[in-house]
Nanobody, 116 residues
């Protein structure tokens, strides 16, 4: 079965950096569009960034210029480099794999906390 396993979350001070990873298995990774979403307490899940199977990237407005998504098809892994972190970036970050309209998979999430 499809598994998406996120890692790299944790506690970081404002202005710091983290790199999230999402390792995928059970799917043909190179064919899937991959994305990172986040959900803060009391808020709706929102898009952070995504990358198509062809490598086209898109960032959410709140993270433009600070976060970078990338993928390594040889390792079946998608990354999210997060720089200049702010307290409002605190959330659970989820990895998502999508192929067409009917194949969408989610990871279990990893907590990112930005606090001094």
């Amino acid at each position: 079965q499809v598994q998406l396993v996120e890692s790299g979350g944790g506690l970081v001070q404002p202005g710091g950096s983290l790199r999230l990873s999402c390792a995928a298995s059970g799917l043909t990774f190179s064919l899937y569009d991959m994305g990172w979403y986040r959900q803060a307490p009391g808020k709706q899940r929102e898009l952070v960034a995504d990358i198509t199977s062809g490598g086209f990237t898109r960032n959410g407005d709140s993270v433009k210029g600070r976060f970078t998504i990338s993928r390594d098809n040889a390792k079946n892994t998608v990354y999210l480099q997060m720089n200049s972190l702010k307290p409002e970036d605190t959330a659970i970050y989820y990895c998502c794999a999508r192929f067409g309209s009917y194949h969408t998979y989610w990871g279990q999430g990893t907590q990112v906390t930005v606090s001094s």
